[in-house]
């Protein structure tokens, strides 16, 4: 006999119940303490990023170059590209 013979199926299916709502818990917090630790780091790379850059200019002014805001190019064109554009157009 496995136990479940004399066991009524309310019982059965109110502990299963139970049993999967502390298994969706139990995965709900693992998942935002994955999701605060994730966001913790990026963070923490973000600062790390902001120092870097921060030594590359100090950097360059000691050599006596300019610093420029950021490497990356900027997403929107510039008035004088614009005006070209229209000019060749």
């Known amino acids: 006999m496995?136990?479940?013979d004399g066991e009524d199926p309310k019982q059965s299916t109110a502990d299963m119940t139970v049993f999967v709502q502390n298994?969706?818990?139990q995965m709900q917090t693992?998942?935002?303490q994955m999701s605060d630790s994730?966001?913790?780091?990026i963070d923490e790379m973000g600062g790390r990023i902001n120092e870097l850059e921060q030594s590359i200019n100090d950097l360059r002014a000691e050599m006596g170059v300019e610093s420029s805001p950021?490497?990356?190019p900027p997403t929107k064109p510039?008035?004088?590209?614009?005006?070209?554009?229209?000019?060749s157009a």
């Not at 510039?78 to 000019?87: A, C, N, S, W």
């Open 23 to 25: 298994l969706l818990q």
């Open 78 to 87: 510039q008035l004088d590209d614009v005006k070209k554009e229209e000019g």
């Open 38 to 41: 994730i966001v913790t780091k």
């Open 30 to 32: 693992r998942f935002q």
């Open 2 to 4: 496995d136990g479940h």
């Open 70 to 72: 950021s490497p990356v």
